[in-house]
């Protein structure tokens, strides 16, 4: 009997003990990443609207993630250096655009200290901004063709445009040398500098976004900087449909992480984000002003990435005509 029961013992812990493992297996296990919160450095002051679209982004993309996600504001390249300069592990991402991951890295006289393509790993497209090309109304042109009949004009004196960024000077070098027509270059400190600017008749032409240019009335739209008309101004053509083809001139915001972050960490990243983007409640919050919510996860980000930079530094080599 002795024996016998020590059998039946043995058999029942056994049983129970696989039976144990088996329900384990099947439990869900923890996610590896994220189990701690996550900071989202932007590289523009708080208040701006690449600021506000960051934080809108990280409440949605934290509840997706189950994780709170800190936004955290480093103006300028440190910024950025910072982010590069982290641990990839998924902990430190960045928030920034084609105007310091492609103009300021191509077209500074003193080029950074991170590379966008070597030191970040580009997670996904959230959004992209059109700038509107546009004229004072003291100027007399209508549309884009007027404008084109007044530079070439030699009887009068030459048009100054303005920009507050290598983008938008980028954009209109474009412009003009693909029109043959010579226009006299005034960058100005900010975006608002380039409004008073026009406002004030110091230039006569300009390049800013949409939500700037909303509600001048002595601001005339002659052109929209990209592919795809904007519906506040379903009229006015873009820089596509006047021959710049196959040239990325839309300013975009994106998710980036630094070099060597694993794959699964970026994939699901990217699958979070590109659930956040195709919610109603966000795209309504993104897409006003000029700004419209796209998703591009990684591989087509960081292709559209490489073409821009490349773009650019072809551009700068080119010979004048």
């Known amino acids: 009997m002795p024996t016998t029961f020590s059998r039946r013992a043995f058999l029942r812990r ?87 991951m492609v103009d300021r890295f191509v077209f500074s006289e003193h080029p950074p200290r991170y590379h966008p393509l070597r030191d970040f790993v580009f997670v996904s497209v959230v959004l992209e901004n059109r700038g509107v090309l546009l004229a004072h109304a003291s100027l007399g042109v209508a549309n884009f063709d007027e404008l084109l009949v007044r530079a070439r004009d030699t009887r009068k004196p030459p048009l100054a445009f303005s920009g507050s960024g290598f983008g938008e000077e980028f954009a209109m070098e474009h412009l003009a040398r693909h029109h043959r027509i010579y226009l006299v270059k005034e960058l100005l400190p900010g975006a608002r ?70 794959a699964d960490v970026v ?21 006003k002003n000029g700004n419209r919510a796209i998703f591009q996860p990684d591989k087509a980000a960081a292709m559209r990435l490489g073409k821009a930079i490349e773009a650019r530094q072809r551009y700068i080599k080119s010979p004048r005509r």
């Open 193 to 262: 500098s380039v409004l008073e600017g026009l406002r004030a008749g110091r230039t006569q032409i300009g390049v800013l976004n949409f939500f700037l240019a909303a509600g001048e009335s002595d601001l005339v739209p002659l052109l929209v900087m990209g592919t795809d008309r904007l519906p506040e101004i379903p009229d006015v053509p873009t820089t596509h449909e006047h021959g710049l083809k196959g040239i990325d001139l839309q300013h975009w915001e994106g998710v980036f992480a630094p070099a060597l972050t694993p």
């Open 14 to 100: 056994t049983v129970a003990a696989f039976t144990a493992g088996t329900l384990s297996g099947l439990a869900p296990a923890a996610p590896a990443w994220p189990r701690r919160a996550i900071t989202l450095v932007v590289p523009w002051p708080a208040g701006g609207d690449t600021d506000f679209h960051a934080r809108v982004l990280a409440a949605r993309l934290g509840a997706r993630l189950g994780q709170n996600i800190v936004v955290e504001n480093h103006p300028g390249e440190n910024g950025v250096y910072r982010v590069a300069k982290s641990k990839p592990d998924g902990y430190t991402l960045l928030f920034a655009g084609s105007s310091l």
């Open 267 to 287: 994939d699901r990243l990217s699958e979070a984000i590109g659930e956040v983007i195709a919610d109603e409640e966000y795209r309504r919050l993104v897409n």
